[in-house]
């Protein structure tokens, strides 16, 4: 026994919608766009029925989950099948086409009830970092040029100022060469305390070449066995700010090698503050004055 489209689309209609009448998610399943991207009331009011769907068969196995098999049209042509199996929380959707050309032309048709408030036109004088987050992301630029960065890694002008995969490269090959060196280091806490002007070293590798930057790591040992609550290692300065690099005290006291989750970037102040830190910490480290 087989059931062939053209034997489905022969069958008598059991119901005919309009494809702007409540359609849901139909519309993302059959036409790519959703009820947010059309403007539905003016297809209701223009009564456009150019596309229809075609309920043909259905099933209802309880008042949450049914099965209905529609076949859609423009303009009085078919143009493909629409399946929709299960509940509002869970359904298994399929689309077919058996006329492309006819498809074609109905996408075409809903694109014309696009709403046109989503459609922002610009020239090329538009600045694309003016758009701010985009997500958790913002458009950033390093030495290397721009790319989608977290958007805590940038500075307000757009500017990369940590460059978080340079940074996990150099982490991750002084873990390695430290349980080669050391099987047990990450268990002794006591010893991140001498490793902090490695911690430095790691953290200073995610600073981008182009930024002026004061290594600063202001720990000493008569100050006591505990670190501030956020340590600083280091400073660096874009035009419109500076910024600091620190660790909490929590993250390097838990493991001598685990340490990145505690790891911070923040503005702390205007671009002249980084002369301050300069003056008080630049010899160390041979970091570069600004």
Same mark, same amino acid.
């Given at each position: 026994? !087989?059931? !062939? ?20 998610? /139909? ?20 009564? &456009? ?6 309920? $043909?068969?259905?099933?209802? +196995?309880?008042?949450?989950? /049914? ?7 423009? &303009? ?58 985009? @997500? ?21 002008? @757009? ?17 390695? $060469?430290?349980?080669?060196? &050391? ?39 008569? +100050?006591?066995?505990?670190?501030? !609550? ?33 790891? &911070? ?20 480290? @041979?970091?570069? $004055?600004?």
């Amino acid at each position: 026994m !087989k059931l !062939k489209p053209s034997e489905l689309y022969a069958m008598p209609d059991r119901g005919v919608s309009p494809w702007h009448d409540g359609w849901g998610r /139909s519309l993302e399943d059959v036409f790519g766009v959703t009820d947010e991207q059309i403007d539905i009331e003016a297809a209701y009011e223009a009564r &456009d029925e150019r596309i229809l769907r075609h309920e $043909k068969m259905s099933h209802h +196995r309880d008042r949450d989950y /049914s099965t209905v098999i529609s076949v859609m049209s423009f &303009d009085g042509k078919p143009f493909g099948i629409y399946v929709t199996a299960g509940s509002d929380d869970h359904q298994e959707n399929h689309f077919l086409v058996t006329d492309r050309a006819a498809y074609d032309a109905a996408l075409l048709h809903v694109q014309t009830f696009r709403r046109q408030d989503l459609v922002r036109e610009i020239g090329d004088d538009f600045d694309l970092l003016s758009l701010g987050s985009l @997500g958790s992301a913002v458009i950033a630029k390093g030495p290397e040029g721009y790319d989608l960065v977290s958007d805590e890694y940038a500075a307000r002008d @757009g500017t990369l100022v940590f460059d978080h995969a340079a940074f996990s490269d150099a982490h991750y090959a002084y873990v390695q $060469k430290s349980r080669i060196e &050391d099987p047990g280091s990450d268990e002794r806490k006591g010893l991140m305390l001498d490793r902090l002007p490695d911690v430095t070293e790691i953290v200073r590798a995610g600073i981008p070449a182009n930024l002026p930057y004061v290594v600063v790591n202001d720990w000493k040992p008569e +100050r006591g066995k505990r670190l501030p !609550k956020d340590w600083i290692a280091a400073v660096a300065a874009t035009d419109e700010g500076t910024y600091a690099y620190t660790v909490k005290a929590d993250a390097l006291e838990v493991s001598a090698l685990r340490w990145e989750w505690g790891l &911070d970037v923040n503005r702390i102040g205007g671009p002249e503050l980084l002369q301050q830190y300069a003056d008080k910490y630049g010899h160390q480290g @041979g970091a570069p $004055k600004p």
